[in-house]
């Protein structure tokens, strides 16, 4: 079973910044596709971006292309998020998948880390 276990949620000003982590128990995040995806209240499961294995190639979601930064360390086992500029729309509870995933497929994710922004 996959065992996946985000933080560095909280609260942040609009045009603030937070740095998300997940922490593989299991594996190594360099062996494996990894994916974020984030969950608003009463919405569904969307897609943040992906980070492929190896190499390490990147792809956002349009809504935070130029904002977000996913990187690994695979000594550490963490995959990031780092969001800047943050806006209210996002606000969501932030899961990392093992692989690659866009939402209610994302069966390989953690409990999730939330993220609130707000002035």
């Known amino acids: 079973e996959v065992q996946l276990v985000e933080s560095g949620g909280g609260t942040a000003q609009p045009g603030g910044s937070l740095r998300l982590s997940c922490v593989a128990s299991?594996?190594?995040?360099?062996?494996?596709?990894m994916t974020w995806v984030r969950q608003a209240p009463g919405k569904k499961l969307e897609w943040v971006g992906s980070?492929?294995?190896?190499?390490?190639?990147?792809v956002y979601a349009t809504y935070v292309k130029d904002r977000a930064t996913i990187a690994r360390d695979g000594a550490q086992k963490t995959l990031y998020l780092q969001l800047n500029n943050l806006t209210s729309d996002d606000s969501a509870m932030y899961y990392c998948a093992k692989g690659y995933c866009s939402g209610v497929d994302c069966l390989s994710r953690g409990q999730g880390t939330q993220v609130s922004v707000s002035s």
């Open positions: 299991d594996f190594t995040v360099l062996d494996s596709p």
């Open positions: 980070i492929d294995s190896g190499y390490g190639s990147t």
